[in-house]
């Protein structure tokens, strides 16, 4: 037997001191935030994760995960999908991940996640989570070039939706709200 850390067999013969904020989640019931997909749910900002990120994601058939086409500078990403298969596209072709695969993206390393023609289920992981800003390149429908976006957040009556537009021409280019 060996180990460096110091184990005890009986929890309770000498407990740790302290609040510990422990938080345990419903994920089905976290509100959705804005997403070109179904179901965004942010579980890291519901338990109060400082260092991570943490989403599940519900994709339908057809559905885009991400803003655009874009990397994270300084941020890795962990797709792990439970339910279909999620497709990546990136600079080095499109990769497939099924259930119970998990895809890691380097940071700096661009891609684009959707579904095809069935529903995914899948988690994405990042961290850290302070430096999660992504850099868009995606070709704009009105000008044509591979340009960054620009959003703004509109509420219309009680929904929030979200309007992306090209850096350039400011064309809108996708608008999205939360939930299906
Ligand atoms: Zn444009």
């Known amino acids: 037997m060996s180990g460096n850390t110091e184990s005890e067999t009986d929890l309770d013969a000498e407990p740790f001191d302290g609040d510990h904020a422990y938080r345990k989640v419903d994920v089905d019931e976290i509100a959705d935030v804005p997403s070109p997909a179904t179901h965004k749910k942010e579980v890291d900002e519901a338990v109060g994760a400082t ?7 519900e994709v339908a058939p057809g559905e885009e995960v991400p803003w655009g086409y874009h990397y994270h500078p300084e941020h890795e990403e962990l797709f792990y999908v439970l339910e279909g298969t999620l497709h990546v596209k990136t600079p080095d072709g499109e990769y497939e991940v099924g259930a119970d695969e998990a895809f890691f993206v380097p940071a700096g390393a661009p891609n684009f996640a959707y579904a095809d023609d069935e529903r995914v289920r899948f988690v994405a992981v990042g961290a850290p989570k302070e430096f999660d800003q992504a850099v868009i390149r995606e070709t704009c429908p009105e000008c044509g070039e591979a340009t960054g976006r620009d959003y703004e957040v509109l509420e219309e009556g009680d929904e929030v939706v ?7 021409c400011g064309a809108e280019a996708k608008r999205f709200a939360s939930g299906p």
Request: aromatic share 28%.
């Open 51 to 57: 260092t991570f990120g943490f989403n599940v994601y």
């Open 162 to 168: 979200y309007v992306l537009h090209c850096a350039e």
